[in-house]
């Protein structure tokens, strides 16, 4: 009879995790049109409360009143930046059809060369003349402008209700903490407080640290990309910047735009190899000094956590599940600590240092 009940406590440990780890997932699927703009939100909170604090203690401003000056500052230099990287934009879509003939041509160039050393014609390699626009291709072309112009619409909205999801989180972040504490008792307002100020400092130091790197990484990439001569160095710094916050594959990613581009410019492919040494040595001064002296503390997850957390979110968000599956991981980690029987779980999501902790 023991061995029956160890047998089914066994099972039910098994199962039920499979079961909410399911339910979880399919609610984060379909729910996604709501979570994404409500956790982007809470991403950009946290990145604001350091300068309302600032304005609250050194003007002495009301807590309203310096949230809605921050937010005007950040309306402002959104704008600004805004209006650079549309302007870059504009004109290398101007160009990409020169850009694109130039590719052509130089794809064909590198067909012939490889052609001689292994006895086949360009056209059996490739044939670059598959990229020329057909009439019949421009109601196709058609569609797709379609498409974007829905596109840039919805983007619009979602900036607009993303303002104003940040805005009255950090107008109501204080009275949120405050009901927490009170839906969870008496009893647990300790340990409520508790988790959520684990939570809190977790995921402000963390996501205010990636802002950081995020700017000096896409300023950095700028400036050497400008003194290089590469074209379009305010669209790829950002770029690069923003694909540098997909840990492992972002800054890979970030980077052949650049060098494609570069290559073409110059119909070079030194100039191609000298840009990608470029981003090899900046990668390594991020990845291997400048992010973990920054991050150090933030969060405490092992690699293999943070892969999965980003195959896992990925798959479910798509790119901006793998900007947010870090600091989610990071939360529910803590939630895993706090919470005993959830425990080996944090335990195994866990870096180094709470090996050492444990084992002491």
């Known amino acids: 009879m023991a061995d029956v009940e160890k047998r089914q406590l066994t099972l039910q440990a098994i199962t039920l995790p499979i079961l909410v780890i399911a339910a979880g997932t399919a609610f984060m699927y379909y729910a996604a049109p709501v979570l994404i703009p409500i956790l982007l939100a809470l991403s950009l909170a946290y990145l604001l409360i350091p300068p309302v604090n600032f304005l609250k203690r050194r003007f002495k401003l009301p807590h309203s009143l310096a949230v809605v000056v921050v937010m005007t500052i950040v309306v402002g230099l959104f704008v600004l930046l805004g209006f650079v990287i549309i302007n870059e934009a504009a004109d290398f879509a101007q160009s990409f059809p020169e850009l694109k003939e130039q590719a052509t041509g130089k794809i064909k160039e590198w067909n012939s060369t490889i052609g001689e050393y292994i006895g086949k014609t360009p056209s059996e390699i490739f044939n670059a003349d598959s990229l020329k626009v057909e009439p019949g291709q421009v109601r ?35 009275m949120f903490a ?3 504490k009170t839906i969870f008792g008496q009893s647990q307002a300790e340990a409520t407080g508790n988790l959520l100020n684990q939570i809190d400092v977790q995921l402000r130091g963390f996501v205010q640290s990636r802002f950081y790197i995020l700017i000096g990484y896409s300023v950095v990439v700028t400036i050497a990309l400008l003194i290089m001569g590469v074209q379009y160095a305010y669209i790829w710094g950002p770029f690069a910047g923003f694909m540098n916050l997909i840990p492992y594959v972002g800054s890979v990613v970030g980077s052949i735009p650049p060098i494609i581009v570069a290559g073409i410019q110059y119909n070079s492919i030194f ?21 973990p002296k920054i991050t150090a ?34 939360a529910i980690k803590v939630v895993c600590d706090n919470i005993e029987p959830l425990r080996p779980i944090g335990i195994m999501m866990g870096g180094e240092k709470e090996i050492i902790i444990d084992g002491r």
């Open 178 to 180: 405050r009901k927490l």
């Open 297 to 330: 503390g933030s969060v405490n997850l092992n690699s293999l956590a943070i892969m999965i957390s980003i195959s896992y979110f990925g798959w479910i968000w798509g790119a901006v599940g793998m900007l947010l599956a870090i600091p989610l991981t990071a």
């Open 140 to 174: 196709i072309a058609g569609q797709f402008l379609l498409k974007g112009i829905s596109s840039i619409t919805n983007f619009i909205v979602g900036l607009v209700l993303l303002f104003f999801l940040t805005l009255f989180i950090l107008l109501d972040s204080d």
């Open 271 to 291: 100039k191609m190899v000298w840009v990608a040494v470029l981003f090899l040595v900046l990668q390594t001064i991020e990845g291997n000094f400048i992010t």
